[in-house]
């Protein structure tokens, strides 16, 4: 029974494309994040929800557009998809918006733009 | 400086051994400390969280030192199974963000 899960799991594109990542998570948390890893591997932060509501939106071009229908699913939308887009993306969720408690995450995508 | 910082390795370590790896962090005010595990191709998992007064959990000892601001990793007995990327994060209330160190691969070999 997965906990956070995100589709696909691998999404190889063409660059211009547009492309969506789903993320879901059944563990009743407030809050959920999208991460980026790139090749050296560094987890950085691009979003994160709190109970639907854009908490953080660190520096990240206006391309990638996240979407929270409710709580418990945050959606990542990419426009124009450039090569240097090419990393894993990772979903995850924690019970509170403060960081404090464990974070879940979901499987990962790996995007490949071509 | 990065606010997290890693040496990334790899360590390669004989079965058995006893591994220690740090961490060091740059802002003062921060509050909470994690290690989290991540398995090649697969994503993180929390390992422990550091306790000021640091903690234990079987194998694995964790440490923080406020004045020299790092943490550390102990692994002790290591299994081959302990060979993974080691996660350093940081956590501060005032922004609500967790800052990640970029790793510690460590390569436990029979």
């Known amino acids: 029974d997965t906990a956070v899960s995100q589709t696909p799991k691998y999404l190889v594109t063409q660059m211009g494309n547009d492309k969506s990542i789903k993320c879901e998570q059944n563990l009743g948390h407030d809050t959920m994040y999208w991460y980026k890893q790139d090749s050296k591997k560094f987890l950085k932060i691009m979003f994160s929800?709190?109970?639907?509501?854009?908490?953080i939106n660190e520096t990240v071009p206006n391309r990638f557009s996240p979407k929270s229908p409710d709580k418990a699913h945050l959606n990542l939308h990419i426009n124009s998809l450039e090569l240097g887009d090419s990393a894993v993306y990772f979903c995850?969720?924690?019970?509170?918006?403060?960081?404090?408690?464990?974070?879940?995450f979901g499987q990962g995508t790996r995007l490949t733009v071509v | 400086r990065k606010e997290v910082e890693q040496d990334p390795g790899p360590f390669n370590v004989p079965e058995g051994a006893t591994v220690a790896f740090n961490c060091t962090y740059s802002?003062?005010?921060?509050?909470?400390f994690f290690w989290y595990r991540q398995d090649c191709r697969k994503e993180p998992k929390l390992l422990m969280s550091?306790?000021?007064?640091?903690n234990e959990d079987g194998r694995f000892t964790a440490q923080l030192n406020r004045a020299s601001q790092y943490i550390s990793l102990l692994i002790r007995d290591s299994k081959l199974s302990d060979s993974a990327t080691y996660l350093c994060v940081v956590h501060m209330d005032s922004n609500y963000q967790l800052i990640w160190g970029a790793g510690t691969k460590l390569i436990i070999k029979p």
């Open positions: 802002n003062s005010a921060s509050q909470s």
């Open positions: 929800y709190n109970n639907k509501e854009l908490i």
């Open positions: 550091v306790y000021s007064s640091g």
């Open positions: 995850a969720s924690s019970q509170d918006l403060g960081g404090r408690t464990e974070a879940f």
